[in-house]
């Protein structure tokens, strides 16, 4: 089995997969776990919670043949390098600028030193599972729209805060506003502060959406010439479902996407 580890801002998102070493099929996800992203934890506290989540599904730890970790924390790096390596008894594949030769995609230069290790993992996914230039919509802490195009380039980046830090933050630096529940509105006229609250920022995202998935596609008609009918756009991260019933401008939503993508970059990486 493969462990593929994707460390973000707010969670670390494990998942076994399948042994299958064929790039070119989507990875059989056996079982997936979400917990907290906590930097003040030590390699053998991460190991030994993890190890015991393994258990607690029935898996055997000497299953595990290879390991692979994404991480936008630099500070947890080598904490998970060191788990991962006791998990697998090998050295995970870690994901960094020295693997990049492999990888079916091309970035720009500057997004060598730069791209999320995250976002690198839906790129890759973007082009093995759809082969066309794609939009990926990721609901996380950021909220990112990742462009590659119809020559497996990667095209660009854009990031903004996402649904769950857009609510907090309102609610940690005003004085009355509390922190709500992230649902859409019945209206976009609150009739009472919760209701404004989620007008303003459920249907905000809405249109900001919308109009970043309509702009991106222009830009990229722009630059590369692809029609805008050709354009996917798939939408994944936790907070994706918030805006799922709204926006009708995906033509894919799976959850699994960047994990799928990280297994994808492991076993390119080990060719």
Not at 246 to 269: K, M
Request: charged share 20%; with cysteine; aromatic share 8%.
């Amino acid at each position: 089995m493969l462990l593929a580890i994707d460390i973000g801002n707010t969670n670390v998102v494990a998942a076994l997969f399948e042994d299958n070493d064929d790039v070119t099929e989507r990875g059989k996800m056996l079982h997936e776990w979400r917990f907290s992203t906590d930097s003040r934890r030590t390699g053998d506290e991460y190991y030994s919670f993890i190890s015991m989540l393994l258990r607690a599904e029935g898996f055997d730890t000497t299953a595990i043949t290879q390991s692979a970790v994404s991480s936008v924390v630099p500070a947890l790096v080598g904490t998970f390098i060191t788990v991962a390596r006791r998990l697998s008894g090998k050295k995970p594949v870690l994901v960094n600028k020295d693997i990049y030769a492999k990888l079916p995609i091309t970035l720009p230069a500057p997004a060598e030193h730069e791209v999320g290790t995250d976002l690198l993992c839906n790129a890759v996914e973007a082009w093995c599972r759809f082969q066309k230039a794609t939009i990926v919509v990721d609901f996380g802490t950021a909220l990112t729209f990742t462009t590659v195009d119809q020559y497996a380039h990667l095209q660009g980046i854009a990031i903004a805060p996402g649904l769950g830090t857009a609510i907090k933050s309102l609610s940690s630096n005003t004085a009355q506003l509390p922190l709500v529940e992230l649902k859409a509105p019945p209206t976009s006229l609150g009739a009472n502060t919760i209701e404004c609250i989620q007008a303003g920022v459920i249907l905000g995202y809405k249109g900001l959406v919308e109009y970043m998935i309509n702009r991106t596609k222009d830009d990229l008609s722009a630059r590369t010439g692809v029609s805008k009918d050709d354009i996917h756009v798939v939408a994944t991260g936790g907070l994706n479902s918030v805006l799922q019933p709204l926006v009708d401008c995906f033509e894919d939503f799976d959850r699994e996407f960047t994990l799928q993508g990280l297994r994808r970059v492991a076993l390119y990486a080990l060719k």
